[in-house]
């Protein structure tokens, strides 16, 4: 995807893979209406939009820095992790709201349509011409010069390493809030939404500090300091046993991880390379958000034999 993404039009790159991620739900949505859809629809559905994915997050971290110039990265980046964060606090409570009253085919259909404005925004855009690289190498080079490049540039290397040791270990913990939601804090389905919307206004004020930024420089002590504070935050949370204070541990929590995760984004962007700017962005997508999923699969089989508090702390 980032091989793609440095070789070819990164505005044309997303405007397709949008429309394949508007084709997804849609198809869902037709299985739901029907009453056809079966386990192994989404299964394939949610496997193809991973491929989308892997297109669509290298052109688009890319493409701020065309959009936008270096002079403004670090308050776009920023504003752009706080629309992030905004969605997914108001998002799950749209779409609760949806499935009781219509059910869960109009949100599939909602969520197919949105895509619209997103294809017509890219559309409408008037950006100044990119300059286009000479391409003599077959594009495998290029994916090792990509990892290459990474390896032997030790700021990128470094940033790019804690991300991922960060996002495997520490992001996570939201996979098993549920738990501390019911079985250790007693809040239920009610305390579930109190938490996650706790962490959530956490990550909204970090991204809106880093928005009000206009310089990279000490963005690095920034990084250092949010990954130590996320490590104890969310340490306390794991030993906490009182709802009302987990709630107040959880900001710190959102707050520190989106901290990071957008400073390191922003670091990175402003030190590499037009040319090379796909590939890293795919590799800084690997780590963050790639790390995550595999990170919650073996949290939660640690959980099973250790208990869900004892596995946080251990991440913290």
Not at 3 to 21: E, K, L, P, W
Not at 160 to 177: D, E, K, N, R
Not at 236 to 255: D, E, Y
Not at 271 to 277: F, K, S
Request: glycine share 10%; net charge positive.
């Amino acid at each position: 995807g980032g091989t793609v993404a440095d070789r070819f039009n990164r505005r044309g790159i997303m405007i397709v893979t949008q429309t394949a991620s508007m084709i997804l739900p849609l198809i869902l949505a037709a299985l739901v209406f029907t009453g056809r859809v079966q386990v192994w629809h989404i299964f394939a559905l949610a496997a193809t939009l991973g491929v989308v994915n892997a297109f669509d997050v290298p052109a688009r971290q890319s493409f701020v820095v065309e959009m936008v110039g270096k002079d403004d990265l670090v308050n776009a980046i920023a504003l752009n992790s706080s629309i992030f964060n905004a969605a997914r606090a108001i998002g799950p409570a749209v779409a609760g709201v949806l499935v009781a009253e219509v059910g869960e085919a109009w949100c599939f259909l909602l969520n197919g349509l949105s895509y619209i404005a997103v294809i017509t925004g890219l559309l409408l855009m008037k950006l100044p011409p990119r300059l286009e690289t000479d391409r003599p190498k077959p594009t495998l080079a290029d994916l090792t010069h990509g990892f290459r490049y990474v390896f032997q540039t030790m700021p990128v290397r470094d940033l790019l390493m804690m991300i991922g040791l960060v996002s495997f270990a520490g992001f996570p913990y939201s996979t098993l809030m549920p738990i501390f939601a019911d079985g250790i804090l007693h809040g239920g389905a009610r305390g579930l939404g109190l938490l996650m919307a706790s962490a959530g206004i956490g990550s909204l004020a970090g991204a809106l500090a880093l928005a009000s930024r206009s310089t990279v420089r000490g963005l690095g002590r920034i990084v250092a300091a949010s990954a130590l504070v996320f490590g104890v935050a969310l340490t306390a949370f794991s030993v906490s046993k009182v709802f009302w204070l987990s709630a107040l541990i959880l900001p710190v929590v959102g707050m520190s991880m989106i901290t990071q995760a957008a400073s390191t984004n922003t670091l990175i962007q402003s030190m590499v390379p037009d040319d090379m700017r796909g590939r890293v962005m795919a590799i800084y997508a690997m780590s963050f958000m790639g790390m995550m999923p595999i990170g919650a699969l073996v949290e939660g089989w640690i959980a099973e034999r250790i208990g869900a508090p004892h596995t946080v702390m251990i991440g913290g």
